[in-house]
DNA sequence: GAATAACAACTACGCCGTAAGCTTGTCAAC
DNA sequence: GTTGACAAGCTTACGGCGTAGTTGTTATTC
């Protein structure tokens, strides 16, 4: 029989964050279908329902997880010029849904929106009212750009190839996906592998977002000939 | 024993098109999360594995009846100005996905897209070149808006208050989830039972895109100095 | 009326979340 | 030491899920 080390606490090994810890190694590692309360038992050497202990059951381990995905967002200084923060805000949500690809889907489908989530808005939101936005424009500012970042981020995601693989790997997704049926979208496609990248894309659609505020704060007339009277 | 009335057809029933309408009808009613193959064959009056005579499985379903809501997105007429032609097929899909709430998550978690989508894609990416876009810019333009469709649909329909429901239900609501922690966010949530409501909101944040991709296209210098070199 | 092809039903397997009750390790009080 | 309380983890069980494989049953065709 192989030494023992000293197998001193044997028990008292789980809690509520090494529990949302796991989950979370887990979904970003196998996807957020792979959470389950007997896989995640397994994972942590432990009966299912042992879980059950530390935590309240499966939709509180995704709104754990989900919590600690918006905690890894960066909150904005409020000293910062609205459009910046706005912009730096939106660009570290981004990136936080990008390295948690499951997150975007998850959060969207979470009633309460959890407490670093209720933190950043509040940042956001007294910095546009310190910046001198009605109230109206500082929900509408906000909502239009939150729209882009979680719009877009999910589109990024639905993609059906990744541009993390190999540029003949995705012209072979792409030629299966468009076929020769679409001309049009196949270019774009190619596009997407030839092109500056996600990044810039992204903050291409925030950047016009962020100008149309900023035009409509400085008082010029909207473009839209369809919303006139 | 009560009398049959003529029972003749008593089989013969089930095609795939009912299967998909039942589906659809199901999800519509009960949510996403209703539609399982027992539950659709009891909906039927069928055991379950009787639907994969006409069905390949649940991801085919799935697949189906996505295909049937973007089948009800308005492809936009050739001939139409660009700006006019996104703005009525963004507004037309972001009806289609608030008549079925459940149809966002479900289209943004599908690989291959589809005929309508394809379809709609191709009429979309056609016009914008037709403008004078290039490749590049139609890409751009086409993902900056459809990204606001999809992001503005969720975000609303993840909404914690009904805006259907009576608005004092909805006030409830609203001071459970803020409580008296967040006042100004609080405010704004108010602002969304008393303001113009949600397609006054959603076409503004369309139109603030759309202003920015019309003034890039006039060559008109981006306003972001973050941008810059 | 018999043959045939289409179709629905049934059985079974391995997943899932979790309610309820049980065993066992830990530690304080005596 | 012994005892007892208590919490951590285990076991069992239930009803639900998707679906592979097989077995009736029926409507149509000859």
Redesign the pocket.
């Given at each position: 029989m192989p030494v023992e080390p000293p197998p001193?606490?044997?028990?008292?090994?789980?809690s509520r964050e090494l529990v949302l810890a796991a989950a979370l190694r887990l979904a970003d590692e196998e996807g957020i279908e792979a959470v389950?309360?007997?896989?995640l038992g397994q994972v942590l050497r432990?009966?299912?329902?042992?879980l059950?202990?530390?935590v309240a059951?499966?939709?509180a381990i995704l709104d754990g997880i989900s919590e600690l995905v918006m905690g890894e967002v960066e909150v904005p200084a409020r000293n910062l010029p609205w459009r910046q923060a706005l912009r730096q805000s939106a660009i570290s949500t981004h990136q936080a849904l990008l390295r948690h690809p499951w997150a975007s889907a998850v959060l969207e489908s979470r009633r309460n929106p959890g407490e670093a989530r209720m933190t950043y808005l509040d940042a956001v939101v007294s910095i546009l009212l310190d910046a001198g936005l009605s109230t109206p424009d500082v929900a509408r500012a906000f909502m239009a750009v939150d729209s882009h970042v979680y719009g877009f981020t999910l589109m990024v995601l639905a993609w059906p190839f990744d541009l993390r693989d190999s540029p003949d790997e995705a012209r072979i997704m792409i030629d299966e996906v468009f076929g020769h049926a679409y001309p049009g979208l196949r270019s774009m496609a190619e596009l997407a592998l030839t092109g500056p990248g996600v990044p810039v894309e992204f903050e291409f659609g925030l950047d016009l977002t962020l100008d149309g505020i900023e035009r409509r704060l400085a008082g010029a007339p909207r473009a839209s000939p369809l919303r006139s009277p």
């Open positions: 001193r606490p044997r028990r008292r090994k789980l389950s309360m007997r896989r432990v009966e299912a329902m042992s059950y202990r530390h059951g499966k939709e």
